[in-house]
């Protein structure tokens, strides 16, 4: 199995700035043959299932606002919130879908410092 | 819009079989892949399985020894089965959609705690 593991668990920002979360797969999920990296991000409030944020690393889903973004390629990942609002606050998981089983992250709690 | 719904028992007695269905509306089951992917209270997400239309499955091979998916294209609908559940098995439980195997989870139901306990 891939194993992802994110880092840090947890995160205290202040509104306004800038939230670094970095995702490690422990093998490269960058399929050679169209250059895709095979990795999501997907964000998780209480009671509510996890929305997608981002796919193949650095695609905003539809809808998404453009504070967030995602970059890396192979096995290191980040998704960053360029300027951190209240309703940011969640969890955020990374996914490989690069191999079954399909693997996520531990999550990384956002909060507000 | 795309919506899933799962349905099924809240509570199942240890070592019996929890059994959930997931309706789907607004899209056709045949065009794309559905997966079940469940989360212990507290915890990470755990990605069960997925099925095609045409029966094609893949498990997870830490639950495949308990596990059956199957769909219903008449009512645009998959299941799920997890048969000799224990406490460990007690999860909310999401239903999923993937445009193609290899693809990430675009839509999910809202989730069904299913609670093992006697």
């Known amino acids: 199995d891939i194993v992802m593991t994110q880092s840090p668990d947890s995160l205290a920002v202040s509104l306004g700035e800038r939230a670094t979360i970095n995702c490690k797969s422990s093998q490269s999920v960058l399929y050679s043959s169209n250059n895709k990296n095979y990795l999501a991000w997907y964000q998780q409030k209480p009671g509510q299932p996890p929305k997608l944020l981002l796919c193949?690393?650095?695609t905003r889903e539809s809808g998404v606002p453009d504070r967030f973004s995602g970059s890396g390629s192979g096995t290191d990942f980040t998704l960053t919130i360029s300027s951190l609002q209240a309703e940011d606050v969640a969890v955020y998981y990374c996914q490989q879908y690069f191999n079954t089983p399909y693997t996520f992250g531990q999550g990384t709690k956002l909060e507000i410092k | 819009q795309v919506q899933l719904q799962e349905s099924g028992p809240g509570l199942v007695e240890p070592s019996e079989t929890l059994s959930l269905t997931c309706a789907v509306s607004?899209?056709?089951?045949?065009?794309?892949?559905w997966s079940w992917i469940r989360q212990p209270p507290g915890k990470g997400l755990e990605w069960i399985g997925y099925?095609?239309?045409?029966?094609?499955?893949n498990y997870n091979p830490s639950l495949k020894s308990r596990i059956t998916m199957s769909v219903d294209t008449s009512k645009n609908q998959f299941s799920l089965s997890l048969t000799s559940v224990t406490a460990a098995d007690t999860a909310v439980y999401y239903c999923?959609?993937?445009?193609?195997?290899?693809?990430?989870?675009?839509?999910w139901g809202q989730g069904i705690l299913v609670t093992v306990s006697s």
């Open positions: 999923a959609r993937t445009y193609s195997s290899r693809n990430h989870f675009d839509y």
């Open positions: 607004g899209a056709s089951i045949t065009d794309y892949y």
């Open positions: 193949w690393a650095s």
């Open positions: 099925i095609y239309y045409s029966g094609s499955t």
